[in-house]
């Protein structure tokens, strides 16, 4: 089936310091999604793009959608404890509409830990 | 409580037995949708279903079973256990298809001993 290749694949950093992430593919998609995953509990949707070349924000949070619309990037800017789980990101390929069902591709995660 | 709801949340079973797992929202949503979670893989659509008595397959479906007669219900069922279906599973849903993305629900954790 269909990859999203997510890197890096875990991280360690200091809180307070800012992180980056990304989602690569040979694939072309139509949204990107970003989803956190908290310990035991689902994913929670944090940004949604739909546009190339879009960059949105949510709090400490910005993502991009790439302009090949083969990529999609995450960062994070001042870390804190609570930022650690798993994110994971989620493309919806152009053909994958199918009875008005979106689809999504999800990549592997990247784990994030925060040391205090 | 609104929302989507996962239940058992834990279950051991053995191979070769019949279990069901069950999801139950509370917006109304007509779409459904059933993943698993495996390391290395990430997250992978089993079922989803557009609206009641509606069903498609995804990405791996074989060795489950789905059924959708009411909107806010969605049971997955393995009909014989196998030690490859040991994983969690995620149930979703969403408005409009799923444009906006799906909410999840807190997942069942699945050992097939």
């Known amino acids: 089936g269909q990859q999203l290749n997510q890197s890096p694949q875990s991280m360690f950093i200091q809180e307070g310091e800012d992180v980056s992430m990304n989602c690569t593919s040979s694939?072309?998609?139509?949204?990107w999604l970003w989803y956190k995953q908290d310990p035991g509990e689902g994913p929670v949707l944090l940004i949604a793009l739909y546009k190339a070349g879009e960059l949105t924000s949510n709090g400490r949070l910005t993502a991009q959608f790439g302009i090949t619309r083969k990529d999609s990037f995450l960062n994070i800017s001042a870390s804190i404890p609570s930022d650690v789980g798993i994110y994971f990101c989620a493309g919806q390929l152009y053909e994958s509409t199918t009875s008005g069902t979106y689809k999504y591709i999800f990549g592997t995660g990247t784990r994030l830990k925060v040391l205090a | 409580d609104a929302g989507i709801t996962q239940s058992p949340r834990y279950k051991i079973t053995e191979t070769g037995r019949q279990v069901t797992l069950m999801c139950h929202q509370t917006w109304s949503h007509s779409y459904m949708f059933w993943y698993r979670q495996d390391l290395g893989h990430g997250l992978r659509l089993i079922y989803y279903s557009a609206a009641a008595d509606i069903t498609d397959k995804g990405e791996v479906p074989d060795g489950y079973v789905v059924s959708r007669s009411k909107t806010e219900n969605f049971p997955l069922t393995l009909e014989s256990a196998t030690r490859s279906q040991t994983s969690v599973y995620f149930c979703?849903?969403?408005?409009?298809?799923?444009?906006?993305?799906?909410?999840f629900g807190s997942g069942t954790r699945l050992t097939v001993v």
């Open positions: 694939s072309i998609f139509n949204t």
């Open positions: 979703a849903s969403s408005e409009g298809g799923g444009f906006y993305g799906y909410t």
